[in-house]
């Protein structure tokens, strides 16, 4: 069943985590989860979201999440779907791509 519109987020922060110092930083892999998602699911509904977790939006469930993520030292950028934590520290793409089929995404 294809959702209104997926949000995929994508929650980290400008400083790399302590253990992620070889990985790409967590708007670098914003952005290129980004550019993929656009090509494999081309034309498609979702949209992904950048929070800053140490300066999040209004918004109480991202605030809350956020809180999560620094007082859980989870290894950041964290990608979330819904409430399914689908990637920490260095996101895999499989992963990902699995989880939006589960909403009726299809690969172009």
């Known amino acids: ?3 209104d519109q997926l949000e995929i987020i994508v929650y980290g ?10 990985l790409p930083s967590s708007k670098e892999t914003y952005e290129w989860l980004e550019a993929a998602l656009a ?7 979702f949209k992904v979201s950048y929070v800053d977790i140490f300066n999040p939006p209004l918004d109480e469930e991202k605030q809350a999440f956020a809180s999560r993520v620094i007082e859980e030292d989870m290894f950041y950028p964290v990608v979330k779907i819904k409430d399914q934590i689908v990637g920490e520290g260095n996101p895999r793409l499989k992963v990902i791509y699995a989880e939006m ?8």
């Open 101 to 108: 089929e589960k909403y009726g995404f299809t690969a172009v």
């Open 1 to 3: 069943m294809m959702a």
């Open 39 to 45: 090509r494999k699911f081309e034309n498609q509904k």
């Open 13 to 22: 922060a400008d400083v790399l985590c302590a253990s992620c110092v070889n």
